[in-house]
Every structure is written in structure tokens, then in C-alpha cells.
């Protein structure tokens, strides 16, 4: 089994940056891929971005692309998520994402373990 705590989030004005973390337990993160997806009220959970293993392939959603950072330490079991130029339509709960598979998908159905969700607000 694994378990997945993300931390990080809070509120921020817009224009603002947050930076949030996902610690894992109960087996080796070296060899899947780590995501983050994150839902707004009302709305279905979407794929943010998401890193291999290796960090070699990283892939992200449009809507962050440029302003947002996927990074891991494997070492520590950790995923982070750098969020630079907020604005408010980032508002949502943010999950990590666990994926037996070394590669980034953003189909939520194919992820196996799931973190608790960590809200993030945006003020404007």
C-alpha cells in the first residue's frame, strides 16, 4: 500500500505563489509516476501536471504550463509543486497522484493511490 499526505496549500492574493508538497509512505517512489490533479467546486478533478521517475518527462496542463513547476526528490519520497502567478481560477483541492506506470497520464482513472487533498485560495 502506499499513503500520500500533501501540505502546502493555504490562501494567497493573486499574482502570489504557493509551493505544495506530497510525502509518500509504504513503497518506493523511483519507479512511477507522480501527479498532481485538483478539483473546484462543481467541477471534475483535472490534471495539473505530472513527472517519471527520472524527471524526465514531465507533462502539464495548459492552463499552467509556463507558470507552474513539477519536481520530485526520490530520495525523500516527495513531489512538489511550484505555483508561480496565481490567479483565482486556480481555487480548487489539490491532490497528489500515484501511477504504477512510468509515465505521465492526465486520465485521473488510471492513477492508483491518491493523496487527501490540500486546499488552495486564491483572492483576487
Known amino acids: 500500500q502506499v499513503q500520500m499526505v500533501e501540505s502546502g496549500g493555504g490562501l494567497v492574493q493573486a499574482g502570489g505563489s504557493l509551493r505544495l508538497s506530497c510525502a509518500g509512505s509504504?513503497?518506493?517512489?523511483?519507479?512511477?509516476?507522480l501527479s498532481w490533479f485538483r478539483q473546484a467546486p462543481g467541477k471534475e478533478r483535472e490534471f495539473v501536471a505530472g513527472a517519471s521517475w527520472n524527471v524526465g518527462t514531465t507533462d502539464y496542463a495548459d492552463s499552467v504550463r509556463g507558470r507552474f513547476t513539477i519536481s520530485r526528490d526520490n530520495a525523500k519520497n516527495t513531489v512538489y509543486l511550484q505555483m508561480n502567478g496565481l490567479t483565482p481560477k486556480d481555487t480548487a483541492v489539490y491532490y497528489c497522484?500515484?501511477?504504477?506506470?512510468?509515465?505521465?497520464?492526465?486520465?485521473?482513472?488510471?492513477?492508483?493511490?491518491w493523496g487527501q487533498g490540500t486546499q488552495v485560495t486564491v483572492s483576487s
Open positions: 497522484a500515484a501511477r504504477r506506470d512510468d509515465l505521465p497520464s492526465s486520465n485521473k482513472n488510471l492513477y492508483n493511490y
Open positions: 509504504g513503497r518506493t517512489f523511483s519507479t512511477i509516476t
